[in-house]
């Protein structure tokens, strides 16, 4: 492993697993160098110079993947980590992330790690709109497996740094019974029924589109619902239903962040949120060569 203590230690402390981020940042790097050199720099920058470079915010937000992007250097080059901030968030001109080293390495490790970092805080800003919005109502923000393929656990690191919940990170975590799998079971009943016979051990969500979906599937025994759709009257009546048994509620589909307070005001437990990983925007922030 050529990732450094330091950035051992940060990707310890955000929960990540040191291999699988450096196997990452290891490939976005050869997809920048597509097995040759950085022409630019090895032209433009003597190799024996050294500098200061630091990951600063263009605009305020939440940043997240400090790790990952101190990842992306290291598989670069040995550079000595002058600053490495937690992740969270930060103001405009504010320096996350300082490092000194020969500047063709910093200059290399400048697009991959940058990638990385604005994506993963892109995240964790617009996580943290939605936690502000439904901020005292008792419900919580919680992602989806709407992921970018390869970026799952970076993308749920993010939204943890956000404020947000993670839902299931893989299949096999829980069960989730959705439409389809209804229609192949034959009704909801039988469908969490199937699944409960099978894995008792686990927790079985099931999706539900009526509110007398809703009372069958808690009669079944069902750990949580996920009310697909409702109108605000169906989902206060859900509520209504699954909180004297126990059953958490969460609220899915058509949500926007206009709309998130007045749907967490009907008592849900959960706001399932799709948009927090596969429509978050990129948090602006640039490499500045000192």
Not at 41 to 67: C, H, K, W, Y
Not at 99 to 117: D, F, I, K, Q, Y
Not at 190 to 204: C, H, K, M, T, Y
Not at 221 to 238: C, I, T
Request: hydrophobic share 50%; proline share 4%.
């Amino acid at each position: 492993m050529t990732v450094s203590a330091p950035t051992l230690a940060a990707l310890a402390e955000a929960g990540l697993e040191p291999l699988a981020v450096e196997d990452l940042a290891r490939r976005t790097l050869e997809e920048d160098l597509a097995g040759g050199v950085d022409v630019t720099s090895v032209a433009t920058v003597p190799a024996d110079l050294v500098g200061t470079a630091a990951f600063v915010p263009r605009v305020s937000g939440v940043v997240a993947g400090i790790a990952v992007a101190m990842a992306c250097v290291d598989v670069v080059g040995p550079v000595t980590w002058d600053l490495v901030r937690h992740d969270g968030p930060a103001a405009a001109g504010e320096t996350v992330l300082q490092m000194t080293g020969p500047v063709r390495t910093l200059l290399t490790a400048e697009r991959s790690a940058l990638n990385l970092l604005c994506h993963l805080s892109g995240v964790a800003t617009a996580t943290a709109a939605w936690v502000a919005a439904v901020e005292g109502t008792g419900a919580r923000i919680r992602d989806t497996r709407k992921t970018t393929p390869g970026l799952r656990a970076l993308e749920k690191a993010a939204v943890v740094v956000g404020g947000g919940v993670n839902h299931r990170m893989s299949l096999s975590d829980a069960a989730l019974v959705k439409d389809n799998h209804v229609v192949a079971a034959g009704g909801v009943t039988p469908a969490f029924e199937a699944v409960r016979r099978q894995f008792p051990g686990l927790d079985v969500e099931v999706e539900c589109d009526t509110v007398d979906q809703v009372a069958d599937v808690v009669a079944a025994g069902a750990d949580l619902v996920l009310l697909d759709n409702m109108s605000l009257e169906q989902l206060r009546a859900a509520v209504e239903i699954c909180k004297p048994k126990g059953v958490r509620t969460e609220a899915s589909g058509g949500l926007t962040l206009d709309r998130a307070r007045p749907v967490a005001e009907t008592g849900v437990d959960y706001l399932s949120v799709g948009a927090l990983t596969h429509s978050a925007s990129v948090l602006d922030l640039g490499l500045d060569l000192r």
